[in-house]
Every structure is written in C-alpha cells, then in structure tokens.
C-alpha cells in the first residue's frame, strides 16, 4: 500500500514499532568525523524522522549494523564457554538501493558459501528493510553503471518531499504502524551518474598479474584499510581471544573487521606472507570486486557506491582504477590480435 503522511504521524509510528524493533539509520553526527571538527555520517540507533539523514551519503554503509565491526562470539572459562544472549528485538534498517543489492553479495558469501554462518544469520533474520529514494546521484557514485540503482525488493519504500512523506509497505506489520492517506507516487532512484565505469569482461589472472598498472599504487597507497572498511560488500574478518586481567584463563573470543590491504593480513605460518606490495593488494581487492565473485555467483561485487573514493586519504579512484584496467587490456588485446595478423 502507497500512503501519504506527516512528519509528525511518521515519528508516531516510529515510536510504534520501537516495542518491538530496534530502528537504523544514516545519521549526521558533529565532531565525530576523522578530525575534531568534523562531522560524519554513519548508521546509528534513531527515535525520530528528523535524525535521519537524507539529503547526504552514509560515509559509513549498514554493513556495520548486520555485520559488527567487533562482535563476540563466546566467553569462556577454563571449563566451559557461552554464547552471549541474543536480543530478541527486530531491526528496521533505513539504506538506499545500493545497500540493499550489497546485502545480498554479503548473504551469498556468509549465508550461501558451502555453509551458513550462525552469527550472521541470527542477525539477518530479524531485519526489514526501509529504503531511501535517491532523486540526484551522489559524488563518486556510479551504481547505475552496476546495475543496483533501483530495487523492489524492500519492506518499505521512503520518499521525502518537504513536509510529506511517502510510504510504499510491502510489510503487513508495518500497515498498522504507520497512518496516512492512500496516494499513489513513484520511488526516486537515480538514472544517471556523472562517474561511469566500463568492467573488462572475462579477466584471466594471467593477463592483469603482472601489469604495471599496479606498480603505481606501491607507492600511492598506505595501506590504512579504510576502503575496505566504507566498503558494503567487503566481509573479511579475524578472530582475537582477549584474556581477562581479572583471571587470565577467563576471556572472550571477538570477531572483528579486517582488511586486505593491511599488512599482516596475508601472513601464514613459518613467516610466510603474500602479496607484500601494495599494487599486489590493489590487483587483488579489483579482482575480487570485479571479476572473481562474479565467476562463482555469477554478478558483480561491486554496488558502485564509490565510499571507497570518498574515504580514500590518498585520493585513489576505485571506479579509476577499472577504467585504467579496461583500457590497458583492450590494448594488450590489440597488440596481440595485431601480432596474429
């Protein structure tokens, strides 16, 4: 059902489904950024209309809300273990059309990867979906290029215009939360990105390993992480065992966030460690994001959200990238077509 609602009738079914849900959104937070002075957006618990941020993207994506960036996974003695409690509230999560199509890149690889994980899927379960219409395209964005600027697959449809609010509820439940008028409208997603990108279709390891196209990044990046961390559809973790001061045979076992690009992440035993330069860690996130994942699920990882670009501290240009990609292999396609003739 399509209504119609005000501000004010839209906070009160808000405070209707907080008996029972845990509400997430884009929220703008100051002095939160990554100086001082600085602001940035991230998913927060919200009571309230006005503390979701519309008009700006996330600089963080609701990954962090299904997947945590630390999250235990038991407690244990020197006898025994327990898994923490589960808070049985639902959760009402607020995103865009990317993020809800990133969702399902994060399912296949944690719910549909040879085996379920039981950490991720308890907290999947318990979500709905609330998206947020995009009228313009945002910087560094070009998920119409990937194909996730629209979706239907939603339990609520939200549109803002001025003081009315539109709602598109596809979920019963939410029916008898929310009071309006019936009015028809459209969803608002974007047709068209200012950032194209054109992907290499079937990409041989054999053909990009060796390129010197990554040798400029061995300097360029740092290595932070930081675009694996804004990242929706990036879900590598490490496990850490943190012993109480208390009583060093007590302690926890946290699964935490990592990142391809950190050094360590690599490092075998016997002091084995691949991929040592960052140009090498570069080839192999583009790899993934782009042609590996798609081998085995048969569509791109990459949402075209372009947080990597907006995170980036030293300006590296993921959706750059590709496109530098996509030209040195039709080059080296023409040298060797060239060379049959």
Not at 43 to 52: K, L, P, Q, R, V
Not at 54 to 62: C, H, L, R, V
Not at 252 to 261: D, F, L, T, Y
Request: charged fraction near 35%; glycine fraction near 6%; hydrophobic fraction near 30%.
């Amino acid at each position: 059902m399509k209504i119609s609602l005000t501000k004010e009738d839209f906070n009160i079914g808000l405070e209707k489904l907080k008996k029972d849900y845990r509400i997430f959104a884009p929220k703008f937070l100051p002095f939160k950024g990554t100086f001082s002075d600085t602001p940035v957006i991230r998913y927060e618990e919200i009571n309230s209309f006005e503390e979701i941020c519309f008009d700006q993207k996330s600089d963080f994506s609701p990954k962090e809300v299904l997947l945590p960036i630390t999250q235990r996974m038991f407690y244990f003695t020197e006898n025994d273990y327990k898994e923490p409690d589960v808070d049985n509230k639902k959760i009402l999560l607020f995103l865009r059309s990317c993020d809800l199509h990133s969702v399902k890149r994060v399912d296949e690889i944690y719910l549909r990867n040879k085996f379920s994980d039981k950490y991720y899927e308890t907290l999947r379960n318990k979500v709905k979906f609330a998206v947020m219409g995009c009228a313009e395209s945002f910087e560094n964005c070009f998920c119409v290029d990937m194909g996730t600027n629209e979706t239907d697959e939603y339990d609520m449809g939200v549109k803002t215009d001025g003081e009315k609010i539109f709602l598109d509820i596809r979920t019963e439940e939410f029916l008898t939360e929310f009071s309006g008028n019936e009015e028809e409208f459209g969803m608002d997603f974007v047709k068209k990105n200012k950032v194209h990108v054109s992907i290499p279709e079937n990409i041989n390891l054999e053909d990009v390993i060796d390129l010197d196209l990554w040798r400029e990044y061995d300097s360029r990046c740092i290595a932070c992480g930081k675009c694996n961390f804004v990242c929706p559809t990036c879900t590598c973790t490490t496990t850490q065992d943190i012993f109480y001061k208390e009583n060093s045979s007590n302690g926890e076992r946290r699964r935490v966030w990592a990142s391809c690009h950190v050094d360590g992440f690599s490092d075998m035993a016997g002091g084995h460690s691949f991929r040592q330069k960052h140009g090498d860690r570069m080839r192999f996130k583009v790899m993934h994001k782009i042609s590996d994942f798609r081998k085995r699920f048969g569509y791109q990882m990459c949402t075209g959200c372009g947080r990597c670009d907006d995170g980036c501290p030293e300006y590296i240009s993921f959706s750059n990238c590709i496109n530098k990609l996509n030209k040195v292999l039709k080059e080296k396609s023409a040298g060797l077509e060239g060379k049959d003739e």
